[in-house]
């Protein structure tokens, strides 16, 4: 079975604290994903990294960087936490290219920054 | 980019009813992926199915990919059912990025 862990369940920080949210899986995937999930606002993709020390923007990148050193890991950074980060994120990963590439989550991490 | 419209957005059963949630996405795709999201937060994979019918124990799917929709269909509906439903719809070239409905809340009542 795939598997996809990710670092803390919980996590609450300050504003301004930088924050590291890392993601491991274990299925040799090319593939991982950062979202966010937020209440009426579903999924949203927020980085995406296709191979080690790739990346490219999701669809809301700001105030997040990624960092991918290791194909199996793949950090979401925030630099400064704001109020406005507090939110579920979930990482996810998958194959690359044409065949099945379906997307398996990790249990997700609630952040509150205060 | 691709539009995913998920209905109802909320739904509230007895427990052993019948339901059929949809999908409706606005362009082409060859990834189309059905989720359950569990009360601690976890997504669940329940289909993985672009195109066809597929069934696991009371869940089945069917999508037909020329008429851009997918149907979940939970018969005999468990209150361990209640959940949100993800519908995420993409292309399966390069990176493979999904775009997901905004879900549908159900809610299985003894």
Not at chain 1, 42 to 54: A, H, Q, W
Not at chain 2, 78 to 84: E, F, H, K, L, N
């Amino acid at each position: 079975d795939v598997k996809v862990t990710q670092s803390s369940r919980y996590l609450v920080k300050r504003t301004g604290e930088k924050v590291f949210l890392e993601c491991v899986q274990d299925m040799d995937h090319e593939n991982m994903f950062w979202y966010r999930q937020d209440p009426g606002l579903g999924l949203r993709l927020i980085y995406f990294s296709y191979d080690v020390k790739m990346k490219e923007k999701g669809d809301i990148p700001e105030g997040y960087s990624v960092s991918r050193e290791k194909k199996e890991r793949f950090s979401l950074i925030l630099e400064s936490a704001s109020t406005n980060q507090t939110s579920m994120y979930l990482c996810a990963s998958s194959t690359l290219g044409l065949a099945r590439n379906e997307q398996f989550f990790g249990p997700g991490t609630r952040l509150t920054v205060l | 980019g691709i539009q995913v419209e998920q209905s109802p957005p909320d739904l509230i059963l007895q427990e052993g009813a019948n339901s059929t949630l949809r999908c409706n996405f606005s362009d082409s795709v060859n990834n189309l992926q059905w989720f359950h999201q569990n009360p601690w937060g976890q997504l669940i994979n329940l289909f993985y199915i672009p195109s066809g019918t597929k069934q696991n124990g009371r869940l089945s799917a069917t999508t037909v990919a020329t008429e851009r929709y997918s149907l979940l269909y939970i018969s005999s509906s468990q209150t361990t059912d209640s959940g949100v439903y993800f519908c995420a719809v993409g292309l399966n070239s390069g990176y493979s990025t999904l775009t997901f409905g905004k879900g549908t809340m159900l809610l299985v009542s003894p």
